[in-house]
C-alpha cells in the first residue's frame, strides 16, 4: 500500500481548451487539496502526434515552459491529448514519482499514465489503470451553483416558477446546430414555458453562433411568455451559467456537449437533452440514451414533467480513485 502523502504538490495542465481544462480542474476541486494551474498554449509543433512528442515540452510555446520546472509534483491532473507529452515530461525529470491522471482518451500510445479516466460513450476497452465514468467531470457543485445564484436571484424575482434553464451549445464538427434547429429548439420550450405557466432562463455559449442566435432569439421574441435572454459574445464579462444552474427548476441541455449534459445533470433537477437523431453523433446518443435509461434526462419534445435523482458528478469519482492509488 502506497505511503500517504499528507501535503502533496498538485499540478493541473490546463489545457488552451476551456472545456478540457475545466474537466481538470473539477477533478482538482474534487480532491479537496491546494493545487497550482499551468496554462498552456502551443505552437503549430503541438499538432504533432504524441507518438513523436514524446516525453518532451516540443509543442510548447516559450512563455509556458516557464513555469514547468522543479519542485516536481506528486500528483498531474490533465485532460486533451496535447498535455500528454507534458506529463510525461514532468514524470521523467522527477524519476517516477509524478502520479500521472489523464481525462478523456488521448489516444495511444498510454505508457508512463498511471489513471486514465475515460468517458462510457467512448467505449474504450476496460484496463486495471482506465476508469469509466458517466459524463465527463466538471466545477458544477452545489455550492458554487448556490453562490453565484444569489448573485441573480434579485433580477429573476418577477419572473414566474417553475424556471425553465436552457443551455445552448452549438454546431460541433458534423453536429450542425442552424437556424433550423435553433428554431426548433425554440418552439419545444416555449411550449414548455407555456404548459407549466413558467418562464425560460435562456444562454448560448462560443459555439451556439450568430445565426442559430438570431433564429432562436426571433422564435422567443414572437411569444409572450417571459424570457430572460443572455447572449455570448467574447466582450461580455457577466456569466450567469452557473446561476442559471442553480436558479433554474428544469434544465434544457442541447445534445451536442458532454460537459453541458453533465453539468445539467449535477443539479438533480430534471432535465431536458434537445438531441434531433440527424445531427447527433453516435458517441453522444450513446450517452444520451445511458442518462434516459438511469432516469437522469429525458429526450426533449415540448412536454413538462418533474422527478428528482442523486446528483451526477464524475469528478468526485475520479477523485476518489486519486485516493484509493496515492493516498492523498
Known amino acids: 500500500m502506497p505511503e500517504t502523502i499528507s501535503q502533496p504538490l498538485i499540478w493541473v495542465l490546463a489545457d488552451d481548451r476551456t472545456g478540457n481544462a475545466n474537466q481538470a480542474i473539477g477533478v482538482a476541486e474534487a480532491l479537496g487539496h491546494p493545487f497550482e494551474i499551468k496554462r498552456l498554449e502551443y505552437t503549430r509543433w503541438g499538432r504533432l502526434p504524441n507518438l513523436i512528442r514524446g516525453a518532451s515540452l516540443l509543442g510548447v510555446q516559450d512563455a509556458y515552459r516557464d513555469g514547468i520546472k522543479p519542485p ?5 491532473i490533465a485532460a486533451g491529448r496535447r498535455t500528454v507529452p507534458i506529463a510525461r515530461y514532468i514524470k521523467r525529470a522527477h524519476h ?7 481525462i478523456m482518451w488521448p489516444g495511444s500510445p498510454i505508457g508512463a499514465l498511471d489513471l486514465l479516466a475515460v468517458p ?9 489503470h482506465i476508469i469509466q465514468t458517466l459524463g465527463a467531470p466538471h466545477r458544477v457543485t452545489a455550492a458554487r451553483i448556490e453562490q453565484d445564484a444569489q448573485q441573480w436571484r434579485e433580477r429573476f424575482a418577477h419572473l414566474p416558477r ?16 442552424d437556424a433550423a434547429a435553433a428554431t426548433q429548439l425554440g418552439q419545444h420550450i416555449l411550449r414548455m414555458a407555456r404548459d407549466s405557466g413558467g418562464s ?3 444562454t448560448t455559449s462560443r459555439r451556439t453562433g450568430a445565426a442559430a442566435s438570431e433564429a432562436l432569439v426571433a422564435t422567443l421574441t414572437a411569444a409572450t411568455v417571459p424570457v430572460i435572454t443572455h447572449l455570448w459574445t467574447r466582450d461580455n464579462t457577466e456569466n450567469p451559467f452557473f446561476a442559471f444552474l442553480g436558479l433554474s427548476d428544469v434544465m434544457v441541455v442541447t445534445g451536442d456537449s458532454t460537459s453541458m449534459c453533465s453539468e445539467a ?4 433537477r430534471p432535465v431536458y437533452i434537445f438531441a434531433p437523431p440527424a445531427n447527433t453523433a453516435p458517441k453522444h446518443k450513446h450517452l444520451h440514451q445511458r442518462l434516459y435509461a438511469l432516469g437522469y434526462a429525458r429526450p426533449l ?6 422527478w428528482n435523482y442523486p446528483p451526477l458528478n464524475a469528478a468526485d469519482s475520479i477523485a476518489c480513485a486519486i485516493r484509493e492509488r496515492v493516498r492523498l
Open 265 to 268: 445533470c449535477a443539479t438533480g
Open 162 to 177: 417553475p424556471h425553465i434553464g436552457v443551455l445552448v451549445g452549438g454546431t460541433a464538427g458534423k453536429q450542425v446546430f
Open 96 to 102: 517516477g514519482r509524478t502520479f500521472l491522471v489523464h
Open 301 to 306: 419534445d415540448g412536454t413538462f414533467d418533474t
Open 200 to 202: 425560460l432562463l435562456v
Open 72 to 76: 516536481w509534483p506528486d500528483l498531474v
Open 120 to 128: 462510457e460513450h467512448d467505449q474504450v476497452p476496460p484496463q486495471p
